[in-house]
């Protein structure tokens, strides 16, 4: 009768596990890339707000974790142009690979960003308010595979909350 009530027990657990993992992998097919935009107000005219942006000497001030910027190909700063930006996360260091696709001086700069986790579209607009400057990202990720999609769909909203 023991032995009964643990193979009970035992299947009822694996099942519930099972569903639990499947359930997992299905988020990652239902929303298999997360789309989320930020805006802040800057207490500076856009060309000033703009020369922050593109001077990588000040990067650290509004990038948290960033290291460095290491070029690989192409003019810095010109579309095509392409990067690796070291980041410190959590005592970790990691790099992803940045191409600029768009760039409009003192209006906006369209980049993708990639690595072995995921792949992103990254687009940022300066708008000119009264001197001061409206900045406001928009960001479209899509993970690599099947679990850091699923991995993603969970943990959408602390990677917004990371970039705010």
Known sequence: ???IRIMKYLKYSLGLIAILIIGFFFMGIIKPKL?????????KPAP????VIQDEEKMSEWLPGFQ???HLS???GTIGGVSLVYFNNDGQQMSIRETI??????KSISMTFEDDFMNMDYIIYLISIDGKTKIKSSTTAVGNST??????ALMGGSIKAQEE
């Open 147 to 152: 679990i850091s999609k699923s991995i993603m």
């Open 101 to 106: 696709t768009d760039i409009v001086p003192e």
């Open 48 to 51: 000033e707000s703009w020369a």
């Open 68 to 70: 460095k910027i290491e």
């Open 35 to 43: 789309v989320y935009d930020c805006e802040i107000i800057v207490e």
């Open 74 to 76: 192409g003019t810095p």
């Open 1 to 3: 009768m023991k032995i």
